[in-house]
Nanobody, 125 residues
């Protein structure tokens, strides 16, 4: 089970930290990713982190404003988002890489096989 939390309403320029806790699978063996889906748009990749935590990858839209991290003891992945913009408004989903101890940070949906329920982030102008 993937349980995402931390979404909410924030003013432009503000910050939020999203969390996603995994149970039922060995968290430390899998890369994790965050995706988002804005109203009327397709779901898109936001950030990913390798199973060891040493590699992170960000979309151009959030690079420099967001940080993905993980705590393997807590089986939780985080997405710290700063300098939020109205265009960041979306439902944010966490997901688990289908590849155990994969060599890469995956950026496409089909490489993730387990998804959380999503948490809504709304940024007001």
């Amino acid at each position: 089970q993937l349980q995402a939390s931390g979404g909410g309403l924030v003013q432009a320029g503000g910050s939020l930290r999203l969390s996603c806790r995994l149970s039922g699978r060995t968290f430390s063996a899998y890369g994790m990713g965050w995706f988002r889906q804005a109203p009327g748009k397709e779901r898109e990749f936001v950030a990913g982190i390798s199973w060891g935590g040493d590699i992170q990858y960000y979309s151009d839209s959030v690079k420099g404003r967001s940080t993905i991290s993980r705590d393997n003891v807590q089986a939780t992945v985080y997405l710290q988002m700063n300098s939020l913009k109205p265009e960041d408004t979306a439902v944010y989903y966490c997901a688990v890489d289908r590849n155990e101890r994969g060599a890469y940070v995956q950026r496409v949906e089909r490489q993730y096989d387990y998804w959380g329920q999503g948490t809504l982030v709304t940024v007001s102008s």
